[in-house]
């Protein structure tokens, strides 16, 4: 009986996390396909500068992809691999005061947002579609985002975790809730087993 609890615990908690783990949205006044879009959580901030050549990190001060990837990996002394870098990117106003949203084009990893004279350095785990970002905090005053046109100069994608070997693959709510279901069903399983022996044996 125990077991079974266990289980419908990991259940509900697995239907809970799936259902908070993603509360961002942009709502349909704001979207670009007029719907409400589902963009998952704030993103991890890392770092932000207003000169890569800053600190004795030894880059250029430039916003060539060499400079941005240079300054990346110093920061966090990691070895990002490149992946690319879109131009011109339309960010969203979200259902939460000072979260803006905007596509990523590749999946999920780490992402360096530059606008202005700042740049940001981010880690996407949420939603590998969007790159989310909280703007009260971070230092984001100094990237001068036009909150009227809401269009980010560029952002460079590089891998997950800084290693070189590519995007790091994120549980998603889905498979944490498959998780919890897999588990009931062993649970079940377990007991029938028990009931099937005991009756061979009574």
């Known amino acids: 009986m125990k077991l079974i609890k266990s289980a419908v615990a990991a259940l509900l908690f697995g239907l809970m996390f799936s259902s908070q783990a993603s509360v961002i949205l942009i709502l349909a006044a704001n979207s670009p396909t007029s719907n409400d879009i589902d963009v998952g959580a704030i993103d991890t901030y890392l770092d932000s500068t207003n000169d890569l050549s800053a600190s004795s990190s030894g880059c250029s001060d430039n916003s060539s992809p060499n400079s941005e990837l240079c300054w990346a990996n110093w920061s966090q002394n990691a070895a990002y691999t490149y992946y690319g870098k879109t131009g011109k990117v339309s ?16 999946g999920p990893g780490t992402y360096l947002v530059k606008n202005s004279t700042w740049w940001g350095l981010f880690t996407n785990l949420a939603n590998v579609n969007w790159g989310v970002i909280d703007t009260s905090v971070n230092n984001f005053n100094g990237s001068n985002l036009d909150w009227k046109d809401m269009e980010i100069s560029h952002v460079s994608e590089y891998d997950g975790d800084g290693s070189g070997g590519g995007p790091q693959e994120v549980p998603a709510p889905a498979s944490l809730l498959l998780l919890s279901i897999s588990l009931l069903g062993l649970v079940g399983f377990r007991r029938f087993k028990k009931s099937v022996i005991k009756w061979r044996f009574s």
Not at 91 to 106: C, D, M, P, Q
């Open 91 to 106: 960010a969203y106003k979200t259902n939460t005061t000072g979260v803006i949203a905007f596509e990523l084009s590749e």
